[in-house]
């Protein structure tokens, strides 16, 4: 049978084209997206990848608390949620509660999050599908080539383009407080302007040392980057993002780090502020944005990238006052699930959680009318915490709290009107006996998620129920 010709594909008529791409399940579908502008015009046009397994509705935050096992989910109630976020269907977590002074492990503290993945220590996991892979041992941390950096691992995923995943393991800098390097190193360039950089692939399910040559001017030197940041480096690195095939990552206090997957290579984009501030990088609707935050205000810019110049547009300048006015423990129409409390509360001492009559508010980002917008008051907190960006629309979502960064209301700041919705409480339901236990890592993470419900999910790994 003589196959026709790779070219001839493409001057078949749409309908046809579109026949033959219908029968190829979403996995494949996606690849076929890749193959050309009329494959990809096919697909798009005909609405062939079905949109409603794609990511592309939020769900709600899931946040990472430090002293729990499993990640909580924030998020309105439902009578039918639309997605299971309990990992309850992983292998089991050590039980901490018959061991003096033991805790938990942390195989499944959220590190980051990637269209509807979740990656942990030991898993990447997509709780819609109740789909998981093991993550196979990178290489040891104990290599003494590599004590002078400590690393933060971040998702590629994008089911319209692949199936599969990556996941990076990005380097940074430690303190000039924490180690010592000789003076020729300090005065070396970073990042260099060749970046290799240990990359997971689902596809060869291994780890991989990767090249990445460097686009343009280079960020500093190593001494430069190694300067210890006023708000800490927990704070100068937080957020990242991953849009249009390319990965998002802060590489020291002053700049971020725009990683190309389709060409493998990389550049360094100057932060649009010199201010010593926390700073928090996400996605959202128009792609990559960056927020700086200074006493009672925040800023907010949108990355350019047209003609492939990078440039940070100011999208606006918001006041504080109004959310940390707000901070008091109020019951709006987003609630946490205690995901923890209900899945070890018999393991926990007998107590008993006060029922709490919620009100089945539909949260509408869209509705400028809501009743729970906040007035100025004179009560203040300490600060405010940055939760993440919602992924399709601008709004950032902030948490202020007078005392416990747990015990914090959260909030709804739309970036276009400068209005302030009050979404509720997050306070975890008996945490206070969770604390009991040690926690190294001693943070919060907070992730804006949304379920992806493609099932072809490429996994080497038969650890799929």
Known sequence: MQLLPEKSMDDLPDDALGDVLR????????VSRCVGKAWRRT????RLLRPDLLPLSFAGILIQFDCHAFPEFFARPSPSPPVNTKLDFLPPPRYPFDEVGGGFDEDYFVRDHCNGLLLTRLYVVNPATRR???????????????????????LAFDPTVS??????????LSPSTYIQLDPLVEKSEWPPSTYILDVFSSKSDRWEERPFVRQGNFAGIVAEARQDHPCGWSSAKRGAAYWQQALYVHCQPNAVMRISLSDDKYRVIKLPTDEETMG??????????????????????????????MKWMMKGEYDLKCVRA????????WVLQDINYEFFRSQLPEVKKKAMVQEKTVWDSDNDGVDNVIDMAEERCHGCVVLGFHPFKEIIF???????????????????SSRVECLGNMRPACYNLFEGFPCTEQNYEYFPYTPCWVDEFHSNNKCNL
Not at 133 to 148: E, G, I, M, T, W
Not at 326 to 333: A, C, I, K, L, T
């Open 23 to 30: 029968r190829l399940p979403p996995r494949w579908l996606a």
């Open 43 to 46: 697909v798009d046009e005909g």
């Open 132 to 154: 998981w892979d093991l993550l196979p041992l990178h290489r040891s941390l104990a290599d003494p080539k590599r004590n002078k950096f400590w690393f933060n691992e971040y």
């Open 163 to 172: 199936s599969s995943y990556q996941v990076f393991n990005i380097p940074y």
């Open 280 to 309: 928090y990088l996400g996605r959202s609707k128009k792609g990559v944005y960056y927020a700086s935050f200074i006493k009672d205000l925040f800023r907010v810019w949108i990355l350019d990238e047209t003609y492939g110049q």
């Open 326 to 333: 707000s901070d008091q423990r109020v019951q709006g129409p």
């Open 398 to 416: 902030l948490s202020s709290s007078t005392k416990d960064i747990w015990d914090a209301t959260v909030h709804a700041y739309h970036l276009n």
